[in-house]
C-alpha cells in the first residue's frame, strides 16, 4: 500500500489524500509531527527525503516528493481513465503542465500566506496576497469563460485534470492566509465544483458541498 | 492619469443607501450555490431558492455572527455552517435550531433581508432602495447581453470617471482600434457608452454597440463593473464580444486603479447590524410541561400517496416504548406547533414510529411544516405513544372503517387483529385512487381490505348502511376519519342496533366552536384545594397555573388526553372524544375544552 | 491588513494580566527572537545561565519583563501582574501527560475563541464524526456558575455524545466535560476520559492575543493517556483546532460583543452568556465590543 508521509493541516500534503480519495487510491497516512515538532527536519526524516519536506510517498518502494511530481506520477499510474494526467492527448497534457505551474504560484503565494498567518512563517505577507490577488483575479477570468464556453474544470477538457487538485487547496484555503474570495465568484463556483466530484474529501479548514 | 479634482463631489451624489445597485449577476446564482457578495460596506448572503426566488441577507448567523456564505443551501432554506440553524427561504425566518429539538425557534428569529429585483439580466438591491431599479431605455429597448463584471479596487466614483474615457469597438468590428465614442450619464453610478464606427469605406457603413456600465459600490474603495450591452450578439461572435470587453475593461481596471492609489485612502464603509430584540436577547426558559421526552430522527420521508407524506421515526437515544394499535404520538414540529399523529405500525414493532401526515389545505402550519421543512435527518421531539382509541381484542368481528388519512390508526388496529387471527374487515374510503395511502401494509393485509374510491357523501352513507347492517353479539366498529362521515357512521350505527359501547370513533379535530365564557369554582378532592375558573380559561389552564402537572395532547377535546374524573357537579361537555353514553354518565371531563354547567365541579384529582 | 497590530492595548485589566507568550522549549537561543503581545513586539532570548527573559524591542535599555514559567509557557505581562497564574494542579499529577500540541495563529479576537472553545453545539457541525454527529445534536441543561473563592467561570454537568472523543477513543460516548475559565482569554476543559472513570483529561486553549482581533492560540494537554505518541495527540488536537479556524475567522464582527443585544443566545448559550458577562464585570474591553451606556439602559 502507498504510505503517504503526512501532516494533517499541509494543503500540499492535501493534494495527494484528495487524488488518492478521487481515485480510490487505499493508502496509508505515516503522521509527521511537522508542527511544532518540526520531525520532517529531523536527520531521521531526512533519510526519507534529504530536502526535508512532505508530502512524500512511498508506493512499494518507490519514493517521491514534491507535490505536483506526486500528483503526475498518482494519476499516470492510478487512474485507468486517463483522465486526470491526459498523457494520450499531447494538447491536453500540455495544457495541464502549464497549470501546474500556475499552481507553483498560488502555493509560493496564497498557501505561502496561510503558513504566515497559521504558524508564524517568516514570508514577506503583503507581497504574498498581492501575488495570490493577482492570480486568482487571472484564475477567476479564466473559469469565467470556460463557464461560457460550457466547460467547468481548469484545463479545457470535460473532465478535471491534476490542475485543479494542485490549485484547489490553495485557493479553497486562502481565507486562512487572509486572502477573501469575495472578488472572485467564478473561482468560488468552481470550488463547488470540485467539492461535489465523487470521492471528494475534505480536511480542516475546508467545508464539504452541503447537503442537498 | 486621472486628475483627482476632476472627479464628482462625493457630497452631491445622490445618498447611495437610497438607490438600486446591481449586487450580482443571473450567472452568479446556480442551483444551490450561495454567492458572497457585498453592497456599501455591507456583506450579503444571495441565493435563488428552488422556487427561482432571490434572497439577498445580511451575511451573518443571529445566533453568532458567522457568515452565512459558508453554509449551505438545500434549496427551500439556507443552514448555518456553525450550528444548523436553518433559515427559511423568502421570510429568512429561522425554522430549526439543532441544538434545542424539542424546542421551537422564536418566531421572531429572522434574518435581515433586502428587496432583490432581477432587471437586465442582473439581481439589483440596496440598503433602504426607493422606487425601482433605474430604467435605462436603450436596455429596454433592446435584448441586454450580460458582460463580464470585474472588480476593482477603486472607489466607485474613480471608477466612473474612468468609464467616461472608456474605449471599446462595436461588436462587427472587434478587431479595428477606430471607434468614436459618445457617453450618456445614466446616474451617479451608470453611465451608458455607444462605441460606432465605419465597418464599410466602400459603402460608407457605420455600425454601433452600447452597453451600459453599472458599478456596485462595494466600499469605499472597492467596486465592480457590472456591463450590459443593448443587443445580444449573434452565437457566433458572442466569446468574441466578451474577450473584447474583459480585455478593454482589464486595462480600465488597472487605470482606475492606479488612480485610486493616488488618492487618500477613503474611511471604509460601516454598515450598522441592528440590535436583536429585547426578547431574544435573554436565554430563553427551559420549557415547562415538557410533555416530549422523546427525541427521534427522520430515517425516511416519503410520498405514500397524494398530500400524504409518510414519516418514519428511529430514536436517537433509548429505544422507543412500546405501544398500543391505535396510539398516536404528539409530534412537537420545529415551528412551535404541536400536532397528533396515530402511529401505522404493527404489533411489537418498535423499531421505529410509522406516521402519515396529509397536507391540510387550511393548515395553520403543522402539516404544512412537516411536509415542507421537516426532512430526512432531522430531529423532532416527540411524546411516548398514548392511546385514546383501545382496540378490544376479543371481538368476533371487527369493522374498521376509515374515512381519508384516518386509516393511519385502523392500518395499525388491523395488523394487530390479524395475527390473532380474529375477524375483520377494513373498509378504507378516499376521494381517488391517488389518495390511497400506504399501499405496503395493505397488500400485507389482502382480502381484509376493501377500498371504496369517489363516493358522494350519500353514497357513502348507504355503502356504510351496508356494512353495518346487523350487529351481532361481540361485534364492535371503530370509525376513524372526517367529521361529517364520522356522525354518519354514529347514527347509521345506532339505527342499526349498535350498542354505544361497540361503536369506537376517534375524530380528527373538534369542529364545534368552544363557549368559554362561563366562570365557576373547581374543588379537587384528593388535595383540598378550590380554584376558580374564570371566562376566557380552560379547567387545564387552571390545573396547570396552580401547579399541577397535567397531560393533554390536541387541547381541543378530540384525543381525550387531558380528562380528569368527576365526583359531583354537572358537566357542559364540548368535547368529541366521549361517546354519548359516557357523557351521559357524567363522571369524566375533557378538561381542555368542557366546564361545568354550575357553579362548581368536584374533581378527583 | 495588519493595522491592528499597531494599536496598542489600553485595557488596564488586560495589561496587567500573564499573558501566554510561547512554549519554554522554543526559546533555545540566546540571540533574540521576537513575538507580538497586544500590539506590542517583544524580544525574548535565554539569558547566560539558560533562562528565558523577554523584554520590549522598542526599549532601547532592554529592561526585563515580569515572566513566569508555567505549564510548560513562558507567560509576561506588560502591566503589574498577580503574584500567581491560575492552578492547573492535574499539571503536577506523576503519571500525567503534559503536551504542548502547537500554536496556531488565528484572525479573530481572543475572547471570539475563548467562547467558541466553551461551545458544545457546534460539535455535529464543524468537529462532524469526531467530537458529535448527527441526529445527536441537543445539548441537555447544565449548570454555570462563578467560583466565589476564585472567581473562575464555570460550567458543570454538562454531557455530550461524541463519536470519538479523543485519541484514545474507539467508539462512541457519552462525554461529561467541565468547562472552566479561569483568565479573560484562557479556557480550560476537564472530559471524560475512557482510561480512568474518577479523573478528567485536562485541554487548555491559552490565547495569546496579538491585536484585538488576532491571536496566538496555544493549545495545551494533561492527559490520562500513556500509549498514544505526542504526534498522535498534536495530530487530533491540530485536527479539532483547524476545524474550528475558519468558523472563528467567519465570525463578524471579529471582537466579541458584550451587549446582549448583538446576537441571539440560546440555552446552549448559558455558559457563553455567563462569559460575557463576566468579562463585562471585569471592565475588560479589549477584544470585546463593550457594552455602550445607551444600550445598557435597555438591557438591564
Not at chain 2, 495 to 504: E, F, I, L, N
Not at chain 2, 587 to 600: E, K, L, P, W
Amino acid at each position: 500500500m502507498i504510505k503517504l508521509y503526512d501532516y494533517e493541516l499541509s494543503a500540499n500534503c492535501y493534494k495527494q489524500r484528495l487524488m488518492m480519495s478521487l481515485l480510490d487510491v487505499p493508502y496509508e497516512s505515516v503522521p509527521i509531527d511537522f508542527f511544532p515538532g518540526l520531525e520532517h527536519k529531523t536527520d531521521e526524516f531526512k533519510k526519507i527525503n534529504p530536502l526535508g519536506h512532505i508530502p512524500v510517498i512511498n508506493d512499494d518502494g518507490y519514493v517521491l516528493w514534491d507535490a505536483h511530481a506526486i500528483l503526475v506520477y498518482l494519476a499516470a499510474k492510478y487512474d485507468p481513465s486517463g483522465h486526470w494526467y491526459p498523457i494520450r492527448d499531447p494538447a491536453l497534457l500540455g495544457e495541464t503542465a502549464s497549470w501546474l505551474l500556475f499552481a507553483e504560484g498560488t502555493t509560493n503565494t496564497a498557501s505561502a500566506a496561510r503558513l504566515y498567518v497559521n504558524l508564524s512563517y517568516d514570508f514577506d505577507i503583503e507581497a504574498c496576497r498581492a501575488g495570490a490577488h493577482r492570480l486568482f483575479r487571472m484564475l477567476d477570468e479564466h473559469l469565467w469563460f470556460r463557464e461560457r464556453e460550457g466547460l467547468n474544470w481548469v484545463c479545457s477538457a470535460s473532465h478535471p485534470t491534476i490542475a485543479d487538485i494542485a490549485i484547489f487547496p490553495d485557493v479553497v484555503l486562502s481565507e486562512e492566509g487572509g486572502v477573501s474570495r469575495l472578488d472572485y465568484p467564478a473561482l468560488r463556483r468552481w470550488t463547488d465544483r470540485v467539492k461535489a466530484l465523487p470521492g471528494f474529501s475534505i480536511m480542516p479548514g475546508i467545508f464539504p458541498m452541503g447537503t442537498s | 492619469m486621472t486628475d483627482p479634482t476632476t472627479l464628482t463631489d462625493p457630497t452631491t451624489l445622490t445618498d447611495p443607501t437610497t438607490l438600486w445597485h446591481p449586487v450580482a449577476t443571473m450567472l452568479d446564482l446556480p442551483h444551490r450555490h450561495i454567492f458572497h457578495g457585498q453592497l456599501l460596506g455591507r456583506e450579503v448572503a444571495i441565493w435563488r431558492a428552488d422556487d427561482e426566488f432571490i434572497n439577498v441577507w445580511e451575511n451573518r448567523c443571529l445566533h453568532r455572527g458567522v457568515r452565512l456564505s459558508i453554509g449551505t443551501n438545500d434549496g427551500t432554506e439556507l443552514t448555518c455552517r456553525y450550528h444548523g440553524w436553518r433559515y427559511s427561504n423568502r421570510s429568512a425566518g429561522c425554522t430549526y435550531i439543532p441544538a434545542h429539538p424539542a424546542d421551537a425557534p422564536a418566531r421572531t428569529i429572522c434574518n435581515r433581508t433586502f428587496a432583490a429585483v432581477e432587471k437586465y439580466g442582473l439581481v439589483w438591491s440596496g440598503e433602504d432602495p426607493i422606487g425601482k431599479p433605474p430604467i435605462v431605455a436603450a436596455l429596454d429597448d433592446g435584448t441586454p447581453f450580460t458582460l463580464r463584471n470585474l472588480p476593482v479596487n477603486a472607489p466607485s466614483q474613480v471608477v466612473l470617471d474612468q468609464l467616461r474615457q472608456h474605449r471599446f469597438q462595436p461588436v462587427a468590428s472587434l478587431d479595428a482600434n477606430t471607434a468614436r465614442m459618445t457617453a450618456t450619464e445614466v446616474n451617479d453610478y451608470a453611465i451608458a457608452l455607444t462605441s460606432t464606427a465605419l465597418t464599410s469605406t466602400e459603402t460608407d457603413t457605420t455600425e454601433s454597440s452600447t452597453a451600459v456600465f453599472f458599478v456596485q459600490p462595494v466600499d469605499s474603495d472597492r467596486s465592480i463593473i457590472r456591463a450590459v450591452l443593448t443587443e445580444v450578439p449573434a452565437q457566433v461572435e458572442q466569446l468574441g464580444v466578451l474577450r473584447h470587453h474583459a480585455t478593454a475593461l482589464g486595462k480600465l481596471v488597472i487605470a482606475a486603479e492606479t488612480a485610486a492609489a493616488q488618492l487618500p485612502p477613503p474611511e471604509p464603509m460601516v454598515a450598522t447590524i441592528n440590535q436583536v430584540s429585547l426578547a431574544l436577547s435573554v436565554m430563553p426558559e427551559p420549557m415547562l410541561d415538557r410533555q416530549a421526552p422523546l427525541r427521534v430522527q427522520v430515517a425516511r420521508k416519503w410520498i405514500t400517496a397524494q398530500d400524504i407524506v409518510g414519516f418514519e421515526l428511529v430514536s436517537v437515544g433509548d429505544p422507543l416504548p412500546t405501544f398500543q394499535p391505535g396510539a398516536h404520538l404528539d409530534v412537537h414540529l420545529p415551528n412551535g406547533l404541536v400536532r397528533q399523529y396515530s402511529l401505522t405500525n404493527g404489533p411489537g414493532d418498535t423499531s421505529s414510529y410509522r406516521i402519515g401526515v396529509k397536507l391540510e389545505a387550511d393548515s395553520t402550519g403543522g402539516s404544512q411544516c412537516l411536509h415542507n421543512t421537516v426532512r430526512e435527518g432531522d430531529v423532532l421531539a416527540i411524546s411516548e405513544p398514548r392511546n385514546n382509541f383501545p382496540l378490544r381484542r376479543d371481538s368476533l368481528r371487527t369493522v374498521l372503517v376509515a374515512g381519508g388519512i384516518g386509516v393511519t390508526p385502523m392500518l395499525a388496529m388491523a395488523q394487530a387483529l390479524k395475527p390473532m387471527g380474529l375477524a375483520f374487515e377494513l373498509h378504507y374510503f378516499a376521494q381517488a385512487d391517488e389518495h390511497l395511502a400506504f399501499e405496503e401494509i395493505r397488500s400485507e393485509l389482502g382480502d381484509a381490505v376493501t377500498t371504496h374510491v369517489g363516493l358522494s357523501p350519500d353514497e357513502t352513507g348507504a355503502e356504510l348502511a351496508r356494512l353495518l347492517d346487523g350487529y351481532g353479539h361481540a361485534n364492535q366498529v371503530y370509525i376513524c376519519g372526517p367529521g361529517p362521515m364520522l356522525e354518519t357512521a354514529r347514527t347509521i350505527a345506532t339505527a342499526a342496533g349498535w350498542p354505544d359501547q361497540a361503536v369506537h370513533f376517534e375524530y380528527f379535530k373538534n369542529t364545534t366552536e368552544i363557549d368559554n365564557s362561563s366562570s365557576f369554582e373547581i374543588a379537587l378532592a384528593r388535595s383540598a384545594v378550590n380554584l376558580h375558573v374564570p371566562p376566557g380559561k380552560s379547567i387545564l389552564q387552571i390545573l396547570r397555573d396552580s401547579g399541577i402537572a397535567m397531560p393533554s395532547s390536541c387541547e381541543q377535546g378530540a384525543c381525550g388526553t387531558c380528562v380528569v374524573p368527576v365526583i359531583e357537579g354537572k358537566i357542559d361537555h364540548q368535547d368529541v372524544h366521549l361517546k354519548q353514553s359516557e357523557r351521559d354518565a357524567g363522571d369524566q371531563i375533557m378538561t381542555c375544552v368542557s366546564r361545568a354547567a354550575g357553579d362548581r365541579l368536584v374533581l378527583d384529582i | 491588513m495588519t493595522a491592528n497590530v499597531a494599536t496598542t492595548c489600553t485595557d488596564p485589566v488586560i495589561l496587567d494580566q500573564w499573558h501566554p507568550l510561547l512554549p519554554l522549549d522554543e526559546i533555545t537561543t540566546d540571540q533574540p527572537n521576537t513575538a507580538v503581545l497586544l500590539g506590542e513586539q517583544l524580544s525574548y532570548r535565554l539569558d547566560a545561565n539558560g533562562d528565558p527573559v523577554v523584554w520590549l524591542t522598542a526599549d532601547a535599555d532592554a529592561t526585563p519583563l515580569p515572566i513566569l514559567v508555567e505549564y510548560l509557557y513562558v507567560w509576561t505581562c506588560l502591566g503589574s501582574p498577580p503574584d500567581r497564574l491560575f492552578a492547573i494542579p492535574e499539571f503536577s499529577e506523576p503519571d500525567r501527560r503534559n503536551v504542548h500540541a502547537g500554536t496556531i495563529g488565528v484572525h479573530v479576537s481572543a475572547p471570539r475563541a475563548v467562547e467558541n472553545f466553551l461551545d458544545m453545539g457546534h460539535f455535529p457541525f464543524v468537529h462532524t464524526d469526531v467530537l458529535g454527529a448527527e441526529p445527536h445534536t441537543e445539548v441537555v441543561e447544565y449548570d454555570v456558575h462563578i467560583d466565589p473563592d476564585t472567581n473562575d467561570v464555570w460550567a458543570t454537568e454538562c454531557v455530550f455524545y461524541q463519536p470519538r472523543a479523543a485519541t484514545t477513543s474507539t467508539e462512541g460516548q457519552m462525554s461529561d466535560y467541565l468547562y472552566r475559565v479561569p483568565h479573560p482569554f484562557c479556557v480550560i476543559l476537564y472530559k471524560t476520559t475512557p482510561l480512568d472513570k474518577d479523573r478528567m483529561d485536562v485541554i487548555a486553549l491559552f490565547c495569546r492575543p496579538t491585536a484585538q482581533d488576532r491571536i496566538e492560540a496555544h493549545m495545551f494537554l494533561s492527559l490520562l493517556d500513556p500509549d498514544n505518541t505526542d504526534a498522535a495527540i498534536r495530530k487530533f488536537q491540530q485536527t479539532i483546532f483547524g476545524q474550528d479556524k475558519p468558523i472563528l475567522e467567519n465570525q463578524h464582527p471579529k471582537l466579541l460583543p458584550l451587549d446582549s443585544r448583538a446576537e441571539t443566545p440560546i440555552r446552549a448559550d448559558k455558559v457563553a452568556i455567563a462569559y460575557r458577562r463576566w468579562l463585562s464585570d471585569l471592565g475588560v474591553t479589549y477584544g470585546v465590543i463593550p457594552v455602550s451606556p445607551t444600550s445598557a439602559s435597555v438591557t438591564s
